[in-house]
């Protein structure tokens, strides 16, 4: 066979063509469709040509198309009970429309329509990703919920202002309830990654055996109990934010050798998996143990240390900065948290003094315990709290103090011994007051009583 006609050729090539074409001019009249659109929709040429398309297909939007110059891609067309797939092209010429090319594709539609409904899937699964991530990978803390206008804490805040735009990783150190977590959600917030997600992955919480699932993911089947569908791991779902890493001080050896890599290399492999994914993040690590002890003793990875320090920030014990507990106490007072009806709380003098001389070896959580402890202590029309308020402990030590003023009355030391255990008891049943009536052997009025008073 020769093809030496360049029209026949054209013909020719649109008539072995799987997919139907016709060409109608701007006012919607046919002028050329190709033979699998003719036999599909029963059309010869002699009889159709000539004819408007919704003579044809009364719902044709060709003429739409036509009229408006926007292409339509991928559209579904019923038609005898089947979906085509249609593309509506305009032809222009010199910036006006002239006619509408129609492809319509007949073949592997059910193929396409099962690829289809996978992209659709998958977009709705990253959607909902996107939207758990946004929600529970947040960052809550602003530099201004840091509370203490200490030296330290000025000092600190104002390093947190100029590191927060590098992407050196920060190690933040310091007691347990010092603060840490809260200055890495700041750190987080002043960052250009502020947007994007802040994610905490707790070293000592996590079992040593979930830990590598729960940070690198893992393939489908990539072990026994493996989840059918894979997992994404987060140091892939952080996608350019912050990775958290608190208590890196408890973080198994092991992990230790496998975390370096990434950090390095910035990339992962899944378990199962045989080819790494590139990742972005930032990091944030802390740890309340001494940790170059830790080095020292072979526990924590030298190597893993010296890149986690690019900048220190270390948070001094609430001890060695005693006039930050006044305003950390007011803000406790005062948080909805602490204080949910949101009465006006003040505090006597007296108390700061008795919360000064204590050595807070929880810091500033158990300072907010404290605080929560005394609200709880007041009765609904008080709004002063006053040293009996505060729990036994602090008394006991007053009263055997030589320079204490004058030793509560028994009366008032047994109240607080069982405001003590009304709450310890809240404690242990989460808050049920019911269950905390139930165990301590008394019945619901009396706990209620005992408790508003
Ligand atoms: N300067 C502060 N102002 C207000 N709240 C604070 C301050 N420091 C700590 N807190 C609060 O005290 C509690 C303990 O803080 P955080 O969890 O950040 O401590 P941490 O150093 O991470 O402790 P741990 O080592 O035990 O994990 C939190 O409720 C936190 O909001
Ligand atoms: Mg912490």
Same mark, same amino acid.
């Given at each position: 066979?020769?093809?030496?006609?360049?029209?026949?050729?054209?013909?020719?090539?649109?008539?072995?063509?799987? /997919?139907?074409? @016709?060409?109608?001019?701007?006012? %919607?009249?046919?002028?050329?469709? +190709? #033979? $699998?659109?003719?036999?599909?929709? !029963?059309?010869?040429?002699?009889?159709?040509?000539?004819?408007?398309?919704?003579?044809?297909?009364?719902?044709?939007?060709?003429?739409?198309?036509?009229?408006?110059?926007?292409? /339509?891609?991928? @559209?579904?067309?019923?038609?005898? %009970?089947?979906?085509?797939?249609? +593309? #509506? $092209?305009?032809?222009?010429?010199? !910036?006006?429309?002239?006619?509408?090319?129609?492809?319509?594709?007949?073949?592997?539609?059910?193929?396409?329509?099962?690829?289809?409904?996978?992209?659709?899937?998958?977009?709705?699964?990253?959607?909902?990703?996107?939207?758990?991530?946004?929600?529970?990978?947040?960052?809550?803390?602003?530099?201004?919920?840091?509370? !203490?206008?200490?030296?330290?804490?000025?000092?600190?805040?104002?390093?947190?202002?100029?590191?927060?735009?590098?992407?050196?990783?920060?190690?933040?150190?310091?007691?347990?309830?010092?603060?840490?977590?809260?200055?890495?959600?700041?750190?987080?917030?002043?960052?250009?990654?502020?947007?994007?997600?802040?994610?905490?992955?707790?070293?000592?919480?996590?079992?040593?055996?979930?830990?590598?699932?729960?940070?690198?993911?893992?393939?489908?089947?990539?072990?026994?109990?493996?989840?059918?569908?894979?997992?994404?791991?987060?140091?892939?779902?952080?996608?350019?934010?912050?990775?958290?890493?608190?208590?890196?001080?408890?973080?198994p050896l092991e992990m230790q050798a496998k975390i370096l890599r990434v950090i390095e290399e910035k990339e992962v492999t899944k378990v199962g998996a045989s080819k790494p994914v590139p990742v972005h993040f930032a990091l944030i690590a802390a740890t309340n143990r001494e940790i170059e002890a830790l080095v020292q003793k072979e526990s924590f990875r030298s190597d893993l240390y010296y890149r986690i320090n690019a900048i220190v920030l270390k948070i001094p014990p609430l001890r060695d900065r005693k006039e930050d507990i006044p305003p950390i106490a007011q803000h406790f007072a005062a948080c909805s948290e602490c204080n949910p009806s949101q009465r006006p709380i003040r505090f006597a003098d007296e108390v700061f003094s008795v919360l000064r001389e204590h050595d807070w070896p929880g810091n500033v959580r158990e300072l907010k315990n404290i605080v929560n402890f005394a609200l709880h202590n007041l009765a609904s029309d008080e709004s002063l709290i006053r040293i009996d308020h505060l729990p036994l402990s602090f008394l006991k030590k007053r009263q055997e103090s030589p320079f204490s003023p004058s030793p509560l009355p028994l009366k008032k030391v047994i109240r607080n011994k069982e405001k003590e255990i009304l709450q310890e008891a809240l404690r242990a049943t989460s808050g049920n007051k019911i269950a905390a009536a139930k165990l301590l052997g008394i019945s619901r009025s009396v706990f209620y009583e005992k408790l508003q008073r």
């Open positions: 066979m020769k093809i030496d006609n360049y029209e026949e050729m054209l013909e020719l090539i649109l008539d072995h063509s799987h /997919e139907g074409v @016709v060409l109608c001019d701007h006012q %919607g009249k046919i002028r050329y469709f +190709n #033979r $699998i659109y003719g036999e599909t929709f !029963g059309l010869s040429a002699s009889k159709d040509i000539g004819k408007h398309i919704t003579e044809i297909f009364p719902d044709a939007r060709i003429p739409i198309v036509a009229r408006t110059g926007t292409p /339509e891609f991928g @559209v579904i067309y019923r038609w005898k %009970g089947q979906k085509l797939v249609v +593309n #509506r $092209i305009p032809v222009k010429e010199k !910036g006006r429309v002239i006619g509408v090319l129609t492809q319509v594709l007949f073949r592997d539609i059910a193929e396409l329509r099962e690829l289809s409904e996978k992209v659709n899937a998958l977009q709705t699964k990253i959607n909902i990703i996107g939207a758990e991530l946004r929600q529970y990978f947040q960052a809550k803390y602003d530099l201004d919920d840091i509370i !203490g206008d200490s030296q330290p804490i000025l000092e600190l805040k104002s390093q947190v202002r100029k590191h927060a735009h590098s992407s050196l990783p920060v190690l933040i150190l310091g007691e347990s309830g010092t603060g840490k977590e809260l200055f890495a959600h700041a750190l987080h917030r002043l960052s250009p990654r502020a947007k994007r997600a802040f994610m905490v992955i707790n070293c000592a919480a996590i079992p040593k055996e979930l830990m590598e699932s729960e940070l690198f993911g893992y393939e489908p089947g990539a072990f026994t109990g493996a989840a059918q569908k894979g997992r994404i791991g987060k140091l892939e779902l952080v996608e350019g934010g912050t990775l958290f890493f608190d208590e890196i001080g408890d973080m």
